[in-house]
């Protein structure tokens, strides 16, 4: 096995929020945050155009996706997981790891 496959990837998560934050925090994960720019309401907006009504896990799912993709696309992530999910997410919507590699 190469030594890139014994390295542990570097974990950002893609959220401003205190709670996500304790969750890796309480896990002992070394991780760095990097917030993403995603306009929350026009991504929901376009999903509910496109597809109709969603669900609150659906958005969660959905917003967290979007937020993850969003910091993994940037250069600074390159060969960084991902990890987001909203305010809002309940017990029934789950994160999202987006690996860039």
Known sequence: MSAHHDKTPRLIL???SPS???ILEEAGLDFEVVVSEV???A???SAV???GPLTPAEE???LA???AEDVASRGAARGAW???ATPSSSSTASPTVSPMR
């Open 60 to 62: 969660a799912l959905l």
């Open 82 to 84: 991902c990890w987001a």
């Open 39 to 41: 306009d929350e309401p």
């Open 14 to 16: 893609a959220s401003a």
């Open 65 to 67: 996706r979007t937020k």
């Open 43 to 45: 991504v929901v907006a």
């Open 20 to 22: 996500r934050r304790q």
């Open 49 to 51: 155009e496109a597809l």
